[in-house]
């Protein structure tokens, strides 16, 4: 059974960095790439980043919105991948959530874990 | 970007009613569309992939159409699980983008 399990949530300052986790099971993780979707409190999906397979050298792309700020990284050993967020923005404040990537297909969902960026 | 318009924002339905959701892309997007499902509370769901495929273990009722700019997702009789808040997403041309959302509410 595939399993995505984030973790790393909480509350932050603007300005401040954080690091959440995904760990996953359930499947060979190094086959996949792996996405970031986010979802502000009673809005709707927004797709965050991605990180593309050893195979295609981890490449990563990233959302207008995030860009130079936030940072996708996975090892493959641990079968986690990281979203590296910083310079945070009180427009940041979301459930974020880690989900299997078949190009572009977003098939499996973590639970998600909430981001509050507030002073 | 490519900006997906889905409608009606609403949809108030009965148990037994058929349901049609629509989403429209600003540019075509081949058949690369897929449909998630999300209640309260819990993560999305994969219901639909490549316009017209369902999912692993989704049922027969649910079912996609279209390509280019113009989408379908059909519930043919709803259920009392099927009143949740449905989104279209494409994966023809990056960032991959999603609808705003059609939340189906039972009338």
């Known amino acids: 059974e595939v399993q995505l399990v984030e973790s790393g949530g909480g509350l932050v300052q603007p300005g401040r960095s954080l690091r959440l986790s995904c760990t996953a099971s359930g499947f060979t993780f190094g086959d996949y790439a792996m996405s970031w979707v986010r979802q502000a409190p009673g809005k709707g999906l927004e797709w965050v980043g991605f990180i593309r397979t050893k195979r295609f050298a981890e490449t990563t792309e990233y959302a207008a919105s995030v860009k130079g700020r936030f940072t996708i990284s996975r090892d493959d050993s641990k079968s986690i991948a990281y979203l590296q967020m910083s310079s945070l923005k009180t427009e940041d404040t979301a459930v974020y959530y880690c989900?299997?990537?078949?190009?572009?297909?977003?098939?499996?969902w973590g639970q998600g874990t909430l981001v509050t960026v507030s002073s | 970007e490519i900006v997906l318009t889905q409608s009606p924002a609403t949809l108030s339905l009965s148990p037994g009613e058929r349901a049609t959701l629509s989403c429209w892309a600003s540019q075509s997007v081949s058949s690369y569309l897929a449909w998630y499902q999300q209640k309260p509370g819990q993560a999305p769901r994969l219901l639909i992939y490549?316009?017209?495929n369902r999912a692993t273990g989704i049922p027969a009722r649910f079912s996609g159409s279209g390509s280019g700019t113009d989408f379908t997702l059909t519930i043919s009789s709803l259920e009392p699980e099927d009143f949740a808040v449905y989104y279209c997403q494409q994966r023809s041309n990056w960032p991959w983008t999603f609808g705003q959302g059609t939340k189906v509410e039972i009338k």
């Open positions: 989900t299997r990537d078949d190009a572009g297909t977003f098939d499996y």
């Open positions: 490549d316009a017209s």
